[in-house]
C-alpha cells in the first residue's frame, strides 16, 4: 500500500486495552487490525492479560496510523510497519516505522498508548503504571546523580515520570534500553514549564530530542517525545477507533 502521509504533526492516544478491545469487537476483534507476525506474537503470550495488552497497543498503533493517512480503519492491518535500528540496521528491532512517517507504541498493565508524526520527527512513546515501591537500584540505573540529588526518596511518581520521559526519548533515537537512561539528562524547554530537551553527547541520536509528559490517568504517567514538532496533541477517540457496526452502515452510500 502507498502511503502519503497528512501534515498533522505529532499526534498520540492512550486508551484501556478494554476499550480499544470492545470497539474492535463489532468488526472482527483485535486479530482483524493485526499482521500476520503480529498475531503469530500474540499467540506466544501465555498470560492472557498480555496477549490482550501487547494485541490493543499494535492495533491502536496501526489505527493511528491509518487516521494520519487519512484512511478508512479497516485499512490499517494493510499498512506496512517495519522496524529498523538506526544503529545497526537491523529490522528485528529499534524504531518502528511506516513510509514517510514516524510511529512508537507502548503498553502497561492493562493501558495501550500510540503516537505517530512525520519521518522527520523520529516519534517515542511510553506509558507506565505507577507501582507501589521500585526495583532496588532503580536511582543508579534511571537517574543522573543531580536529579537524584532533589527528589524526595519516596517520591515515586516523579521517579516514574523521569523512566517514562527517558524512554520515550530512546525509544525515538531508536536505540531502546541499549542506552542506560541515568546517561541522558533531561532539562527544561524554553517553550513550556514541563517540557524537556534531552542531553547526551555520547550518543547524537539522543542528545536534543525533545520530551512531553502527557494527561493519562492519576495511577500511570506517560510522555511522548519528537524532534522539533513542538507539542504533541492528542487525537480524538471516535475518529481513531472504528465505528459501531450500525454506525458504519449508515455512512455506507446508497445504492
Known sequence: MTTQARTLGVGYLILPTAVVQAACSGVGGLDRFLSQDEKATRRRYRNVADSQDYAASHVLLRLLAAHQLGLDPLAAPALNI???????????????????????LSRSHGMVMAAVGPASASVGADV??????????????????????VMDEADVPSRMRQWVAKEAVLKAAGLGLSVPPSAVSLVSGEDRSDAHRA???IQPLVHGLDVYPVPVTS???????????????VRGVSEVLPPPPDLRRLSRPLP
Not at 83 to 101: F, K, N, V, W, Y
Not at 128 to 149: C, H, I, K, Q
Open 82 to 104: 517495519t522496524r529498523r535500528c538506526p544503529g545497526c540496521g537491523s529490522a528485528d528491532h529499534g524504531r518502528t516505522i511506516l513510509p514517510e512517517m514516524s510511529l512508537s
Open 219 to 233: 495511577t500511570y504517567v506517560a510522555a511522548v517525545s519528537a524532534r522539533g514538532c513542538g507539542l504533541p496533541g
Open 199 to 201: 542531553v547526551c553527547p
Open 128 to 149: 507506565e503504571r505507577v507501582p507501589s515501591g521500585l526495583f532496588d537500584g532503580f536511582d543508579n540505573y534511571v537517574l543522573e546523580p543531580r536529579a537524584t540529588a
